[in-house]
């Protein structure tokens, strides 16, 4: 397995991020390569429907479960500050802000991180910064989300609702 920058090697994949024609090739190589395998096999077109049927639906059933990830309040502050130098890889800061965390400290500070997602303002850099600081310390500091945040706009599914 690659490493990415910065990465150490106890450290696991949260994720695999695949776009473009790889992204498509992947997915239908994993939906209905078993199925033409077990269609030809077993000489019926009918596995054809039904593997990429049960490969969605157990590929729903695992992304409900609640599993969170485990993370140190210093391993939290070297993935804030690789984003705060702009040394974090492309998909980084996406897994940060959107992996729920085990630790509900953390967990509750990650709720407010996507206000940094763009650090134009110095403001928000000097924010992150004592956020990172405070982690270091051994300490979790309240941070409140985005302004622009509302109950409608947060999970797995979002919908933009006219008021």
Same mark, same amino acid.
């Given at each position: 397995?690659?490493?990415?920058?910065?990465?150490?090697?106890?450290?696991?994949?949260?994720?695999?991020?695949?776009?473009?024609?790889?992204?498509?090739?992947?997915?239908?190589?994993?939906?209905?390569?078993?199925?033409?395998?077990?269609?030809?096999?077993?000489?019926?077109?009918?596995?054809?429907?039904?593997?990429?049927?049960?490969?969605?639906?157990?590929?729903? @059933?695992? $992304? =409900? !479960?609640?599993?969170?990830?485990?993370?140190?309040?210093?391993?939290? %502050?070297?993935?804030?500050? #690789?984003?705060?130098?702009?040394?974090?890889?492309?998909?980084?800061?996406?897994?940060?802000?959107?992996?729920?965390?085990?630790?509900?400290?953390?967990?509750?500070?990650?709720?407010?991180?996507?206000?940094?997602?763009?650090?134009?303002?110095?403001?928000?850099?000097?924010?992150?910064?004592? @956020?990172? $600081? =405070? !982690?270091?310390?051994?300490?979790?500091?309240?941070?409140?989300?985005? %302004?622009?945040?509302?109950? #409608?706009?947060?999970?797995?599914?979002?919908?933009?609702?006219?008021?």
């Amino acid at each position: 397995m690659k490493l990415r920058s910065g990465e150490r090697e106890s450290e696991s994949l949260m994720a695999i991020h695949l776009s473009g024609g790889s992204g498509c090739a992947a997915l239908l190589f994993v939906l209905f390569g078993p199925a033409i395998l077990t269609a030809y096999f077993l000489h019926s077109l009918i596995w054809l429907i039904i593997i990429p049927i049960g490969i969605i639906v157990i590929a729903l @059933i695992v $992304a =409900a !479960l609640p599993i969170k990830r485990k993370v140190t309040l210093d391993q939290f %502050a070297e993935e804030l500050e #690789r984003h705060l130098l702009g040394t974090e890889d492309t998909w980084d800061w996406d897994d940060t802000t959107s992996v729920a965390i085990a630790d509900e400290r953390l967990e509750g500070l990650r709720g407010a991180l996507p206000k940094f997602d763009s650090l134009s303002l110095e403001k928000d850099k000097d924010e992150l910064k004592a @956020i990172i $600081a =405070a !982690l270091r310390r051994g300490e979790v500091p309240n941070v409140s989300p985005p %302004a622009s945040r509302t109950d #409608r706009e947060h999970g797995f599914i979002r919908l933009h609702l006219k008021d």
